[in-house]
């Protein structure tokens, strides 16, 4: 410690400004350059400034601090945004499951051609199948007033109408069922605070699509039930309006499952290389061409297409059939067409599980996780099993049992992709 009496003796250090041997120095940067302040010692210490010493400026004043309050709000809106429960992700997977079973459903619905034969639609008096045996004669003298009954069904028995209701009515009761899955435990999940806000604006829109999907499905039966003057052929629905009602399902499906499983999977923390993301966009094209090939089915079973040309792998007697190309204009075909709608569905198919070969193929080039492995090998398997079913369903003269398998390998399929892709996901920084 330096006594005031050496403080006097080294008057000559304080008119050169130089910092006492016992003083304490701090450094302070202020606009790139750096300043020495000076303390004074013991004699500062009590209060009472050294002779000769030249008293230090006074430190500028800090700005106003932030309160507490303010300090919490900051580190509120800076703080990623909470995990949704598992609860929740669970929740949408079995929703996914759901509409799966719904989709399957309403294809079977479609291969006994049941779903014309529920004429009105109502969202709840309908609830209630007929029970008395004048309550089915009055249901099925409704029916009889409708195309279907009066140029293919017109020998159809009481019996065998109760088949084809029970077959329609099990299909709509399915779908309010979907409907009460999202709305009612979405409807908990808000209340109890489990959901963020990007979670909320996803399951509102979940819930607008099911009630978008169920008045989709009626505006579909309708095109069916229209009387057509001009027309000889079989009364069926709407191919464009079948291929946007299954693929209104189709998108429901894949967004519930996408978004379980991203809140239940843990992401990987995969290197960036250029080779995983070349990978990734091979998966997300391998999704994308599978989603279409399954839409094109809609049109397949919209036009009976499958029953056109049953052999494999020529059309016939021919790669290219002659009337690929029938109608005009040419852009007719590929929705209407049904030898076209079938070579197009046949080219996607072989496509899509061209692409998945190769991309299982790439895949092997590069070290994964076991479970993103397990993704990749499932998606390839699948994918031939799949076609597969399409060949035999073509081979057999579309079997209902084998044409319903071939529609949910459809699903299970589209599942291995959206699978994989969750396990690709990039970590967020």
């Known amino acids: 410690m330096v006594t005031p009496r050496c403080v006097r003796k080294c008057s000559s250090c304080f008119r050169r400004r130089t910092p006492l041997p016992g003083s304490l120095g701090m450094l302070r940067a202020a606009g790139g350059s750096v300043r020495l302040l000076l303390s004074g010692g013991a004699a500062e210490g009590r209060g009472v400034p050294a002779r000769g010493l030249v008293p230090a400026a006074a430190p500028p004043a800090h700005p106003r601090l932030p309160t507490q309050r303010c300090l919490q709000r900051r580190l509120l809106q800076q703080a990623p945004p909470p995990a949704a429960p598992p609860a929740v992700g669970r929740w949408l997977l079995v929703c996914s499951g759901a509409v799966a079973g719904a989709v399957v459903l309403g294809g079977v619905t479609r291969l006994t051609e049941s779903g014309l034969s529920m004429v009105d639609w109502h969202l709840v008096k309908e609830m209630k199948p007929p029970r008395t045996q004048q309550e089915w004669e009055a249901e099925f003298q409704k029916y009889q007033k409708f195309p279907e009954f009066k140029i293919l069904n017109h020998d159809m028995t009481l019996t065998e109408f109760k088949f084809i209701w029970y077959m329609e009515y099990s299909h709509r009761m399915w779908g309010r069922v979907v409907g009460l899955a999202y709305i009612l435990p ?112 809609a049109f397949v079973a919209g036009l009976d297409a499958g029953l056109v040309y049953n052999s494999f792998p020529k059309m016939g007697e021919r790669w290219i059939p002659d009337d690929l190309l029938a109608f005009s204009p040419v852009l007719r075909n590929i929705f209407e067409n049904p030898t076209t709608v079938q070579f197009d569905h046949r080219i996607l198919g072989i496509t899509s599980v061209t692409a998945v070969t190769a991309l299982y193929l790439f895949s092997r080039k590069i070290p994964l996780p076991r479970r993103t492995r397990m993704a990749v090998t499932s998606l390839l398997v699948v994918a031939y099993m799949q076609v597969g079913l399409g060949i035999s369903t073509l081979l057999l003269y579309v079997p209902t049992p084998l044409a319903a398998t071939h529609q949910s390998g459809s699903l299970a399929l589209l599942s291995m992709a959206l699978w994989l892709m969750s396990e690709l996901r990039r970590v967020p920084k």
């Open 186 to 297: 979405a409807t908990y999940f808000w209340r109890k605070g489990w959901l963020s806000r990007p979670m909320k604006g996803c399951v509102l829109a979940l819930c607008g699509l099911v009630c978008f999907q169920g008045l989709l499905g009626w505006y579909m039966v309708k095109s069916g039930l229209e009387e057509k003057p001009d027309s000889y052929d079989i009364p069926r629905v709407s191919q464009y309006r079948l291929a946007a009602h299954l693929g209104s399902a189709l998108v429901l499906y894949s967004a519930s499952l996408w978004t379980g499983l991203s809140l239940l999977l843990p992401r990987h923390k995969l290197p960036e290389t250029h080779q995983l993301l070349r990978l990734r966009q091979y998966a997300h094209g391998a999704t994308a061409l599978i989603f279409l090939t399954a839409l094109s089915g």
